[in-house]
């Protein structure tokens, strides 16, 4: 299956720039770690903002799980249902850190480029992945504290866009 092809679930989305630029600021990626870890470092997120340095594109690009239907990640798990977890109620895939081996067969897996899981720098060989903060009550924390609103879940409208029923 092509990735025209591939349905994803529901994920993280950055909308174009006439509704919302990133600014780059890399709050995204700090509430990440804040919200799953207590702490923030680049090397716990599981959202990842590529800047524009170059500024030709005039865009920073931020990237995360698409949580895809077929979920290889998951299936690619040696230790699958107890370091890759699937919540079959949501379809979100998740990785539980205390059972994860860092074998990285989820990452080779992973259909996307840039990859969608990283692995923790500070506790060598544990996946971390989007899991759109599935356990806060309020949604992904990276939706929320987005101080220009360039991004949001796909299953909902963009701001200032109104859904037309033709």
């Known amino acids: 299956m092509s990735n025209t092809e591939q349905k994803?679930?529901?994920?993280?989305?950055?909308?174009?720039?006439?509704?919302?630029?990133?600014?780059?600021?890399?709050?995204c990626e700090a509430v990440c770690g804040l919200i799953h870890d207590g702490v923030t470092s680049p090397s716990i997120k599981r959202i990842f903002l590529v800047r524009d340095t170059t500024m030709t594109e005039d865009m920073h690009k931020i990237y995360s799980c698409q949580h895809c239907v077929d979920h290889p990640c998951y299936n690619a798990c040696r230790r699958k249902d107890s370091a890759m977890c699937l919540d079959e109620e949501t379809g979100i895939v998740y990785v539980n850190q205390e059972n994860c081996i860092g074998c990285r067969q989820c990452w080779k897996a992973c259909p996307f480029e840039p990859k969608r899981i990283a692995f923790n720098l500070d506790k060598p060989r544990k996946a971390l992945k989007c899991d759109l903060c599935r356990t806060r009550p309020e949604g992904p924390a990276c939706v929320e504290y987005c101080q220009v609103s360039c991004i949001g879940l796909s299953d909902q409208p963009m701001p200032g866009k109104e859904e037309k029923n033709e």
């Open 8 to 27: 994803y679930g529901r994920h993280i989305v950055q909308y174009p720039a006439d509704v919302s630029m990133c600014a780059g600021c890399g709050t």
